[in-house]
Every structure is written in structure tokens, then in C-alpha cells.
């Protein structure tokens, strides 16, 4: 006869201690962790902004050496214009004593001698010389309702003029949700742009 001995298998659960010390290890994962990834969201918002800043500037330079390559050409008015990529862009045109310089991209129809530039051509600007560029909206309102990511605003007059261009996600929140940074360069991550000399400054406060 052959006697089979089966082997009892015991299971035993964690003890209190061996659950306090998971519970340990656990916090002292997420308070080390969590900051690393905090600071990975600020490196990608600050990678953003500096990368539509560069992506700008150079679609700037770009438009300035096509018309200079094409002779200076100007549109049946007479204004400083250009086909870029398919589509007519107006340019400044050269004063002198305004310190404003020929050549620079400042919208569809109008602001060659930025008297008449609006926020509006600051979105013609954006929208006309970036390839797929992300939505943009003067109004906080579309802001809020995710019609747009990022905000567009102007100061100055004349040659001081310039467009602000805020990245969404930086902006400060308030009970309401985004509040506008107006044209504050302290707020959130922004660059501007200035038609009259092709001045792309970045701002980076996060």
C-alpha cells in the first residue's frame, strides 16, 4: 500500500506592521515623486513657449527674405506685400524718424504704417505665417470654454506696438477660471512680437 503524504500549504496575510511600513514606503514615493513631475510640467510649458517664440521668429525672417528675394514688391495700392505660402501678407513700410523698418509681416489687409494695427492683426499674423498653429482668441471667454490655447493681446502704438502671446495653461486662475493677463510680461509663459523692427522677446515665469 503507498501512503501519500500531501503537504499542507499555509497562507498567512500581512501583519500591521509589514502594512504601516508599505504605507511608508509609499508616501515617501509620492513626496519625492510628485514634485519631479510638477517640474516636468513646467519644463514642457517653458519648452512651448520658447518653441512657438522660435517657430515665429523665423517665420518672420522668412516672409522679410522672400519679399527682399522677389524685389520688394508692393500690392496695386502700393503697400509693401508679399504671397506667402499662398496668402497675400501686408509689410511695414520704412519710417525713418518712427524708427519703424520695411518689410516686417503685419496682417492681411492693413497696419503697414501701424497706425491702424489692431489685436486683430496679430491673429491674422499668427494664424498666416505658422504652418497648423495652435487656436488663439482675444477673448478670455473662448479661453475658458476651450475654444483656444492661447491668448492674444496689444500694446503700444506705432512703432512700440506689439502683439502678446500668452500659452493658456500659465495663466493665473481665479474663481471664474483664466484670469486675462491684460499685457503684463510677469504672467504666465508669453512672447511679443514688433512689427517695426521683428522683435521676438519670450517671457518665462513659471
Not at 521668429?57 to 504671397?83: C, D, F, H
Request: a negative charge; proline letters at 3%.
Amino acid at each position: 500500500m503507498v501512503n501519500i503524504k500531501r503537504k499542507q500549504s499555509t497562507q498567512s496575510g500581512f501583519t500591521l506592521i509589514e502594512l504601516v511600513i508599505v504605507v511608508v514606503i509609499l508616501g515617501l514615493l509620492a513626496a519625492t515623486a510628485i514634485p519631479k513631475f510638477l517640474d516636468l510640467t513646467d519644463q514642457a510649458e517653458n519648452a512651448n513657449i520658447e518653441g512657438m517664440a522660435g517657430g515665429f521668429a523665423t517665420a518672420v525672417s522668412l516672409v522679410r527674405a522672400q519679399w527682399e528675394a522677389e524685389g520688394r514688391p508692393k500690392n496695386s495700392t502700393g503697400i509693401n506685400s508679399v504671397v506667402y505660402d499662398g496668402t497675400t501678407l501686408i509689410l511695414t513700410k520704412e519710417n525713418v524718424g518712427s524708427g519703424i523698418r520695411p518689410g516686417y509681416v503685419t496682417g492681411l489687409t492693413t497696419g503697414d504704417t501701424l497706425t491702424t494695427f489692431t489685436s486683430t492683426n496679430c491673429i491674422e499674423i499668427w494664424q498666416n505665417i505658422l504652418q497648423q498653429p495652435p487656436t488663439v482668441s482675444t477673448s478670455i471667454t473662448d479661453i475658458n470654454n476651450g475654444n483656444a490655447n492661447y491668448f492674444v493681446s496689444l500694446s503700444g502704438s506705432g512703432a512700440s506696438t506689439e502683439c502678446h502671446y500668452y500659452l493658456k495653461d500659465t495663466l493665473t486662475r481665479n474663481a471664474s477660471g483664466f484670469a486675462t493677463p491684460g499685457t503684463s510680461t510677469s504672467v504666465g509663459n508669453s512672447f511679443t512680437y514688433q512689427p517695426a523692427n521683428s522683435s521676438v522677446v519670450v517671457y518665462v515665469n513659471q
